[in-house]
């Protein structure tokens, strides 16, 4: 079965400072990627998806992930990190075929940003 | 659109009695998800559905716990009896098959039900 890993439980970064949120997969082929944002008290959001082509995915709120076979990641990334990004981070992978219908999400990334 | 709603957003209740989480999807989606969410144990999957048919209920945690879809825009997750462990936020969450591909697309979140179970 497939599986996801985001190694960083909890990661802090001062405002304005570049941000990398970690994506590790277990799967046999590609898989269909996402990240999805939790902010306190809410249900997910997506914010970007890969299915297929160009490997560098841009998503909303200036996120971007890129997708990479060799490493069986999917890294999600922002250049300059705003106080309102402060939330938990979940990455999420999808297979084609019996259970196309849903996704298995990792553990969650909590961000805490400085001022 | 109004997005998933849920209902009650926040339940409290008391040991050993029978709850029931609502959730109405997105119009025109043909998936549909129950999650759990705890400190301890993260976002589970407890079940989901597909065309109003149960496709994977392998994440229910027990007999106490039952979901049902009678009708593409109506789902509930029922608990009886309650337990104390049950306590957590539930979220209802709704999808749609890609036209021609064998997958479903992004998943879209209710707000979820804060359950505390006394």
């Known amino acids: 079965a497939q599986s996801v890993t985001q190694p960083d439980i909890h990661i802090t970064v001062s405002e304005g400072a570049s941000l990398e949120l970690r994506c590790n997969y277990s799967y046999g082929a590609t898989p269909y990627l996402f990240w999805y944002v939790q902010s306190p008290g809410q249900g997910l959001q997506l914010l970007l998806k890969?299915?297929?082509?160009?490997?560098l995915v841009q998503g909303i709120k200036g996120f971007e992930a890129e997708f990479k076979r060799s490493q069986s990641s999917f890294n999600l990334r922002k250049p300059s990190v705003h106080w309102s990004d402060a939330a938990e981070y979940f990455c999420a992978v999808g297979i084609p075929g019996t259970n196309a219908g849903k996704s298995t999400f990792g553990d969650g990334t909590t961000l805490t940003v400085k001022p | 659109d109004a997005g998933v709603i849920q209902s009650p957003r926040h339940e409290v209740t008391e040991m050993g009695q029978e709850v029931t989480l609502r959730c109405k999807p997105i119009?025109?989606?043909?998936?549909l998800f129950w999650y759990r969410q705890t400190m301890m144990r993260g976002l589970e999957l407890l079940i989901y559905f597909n065309n109003n048919v149960p496709i994977d209920d392998s994440g229910m945690p027990e007999d106490r716990f039952s979901a049902k879809m009678p009708n593409a825009s109506f789902s509930t997750l029922k608990i009886q009896p309650s337990e104390p462990r049950d306590s957590a936020v539930y979220f209802c969450?709704?999808?749609?098959?890609?036209?021609?591909?064998?997958?479903?697309?992004?998943?879209?979140f209710g707000p979820g039900t804060r359950l505390t179970v006394l």
């Open positions: 119009s025109g989606h043909d998936y």
């Open positions: 890969y299915f297929s082509g160009d490997t």
């Open positions: 969450a709704s999808s749609r098959r890609t036209s021609g591909a064998n997958r479903a697309d992004t998943q879209y």
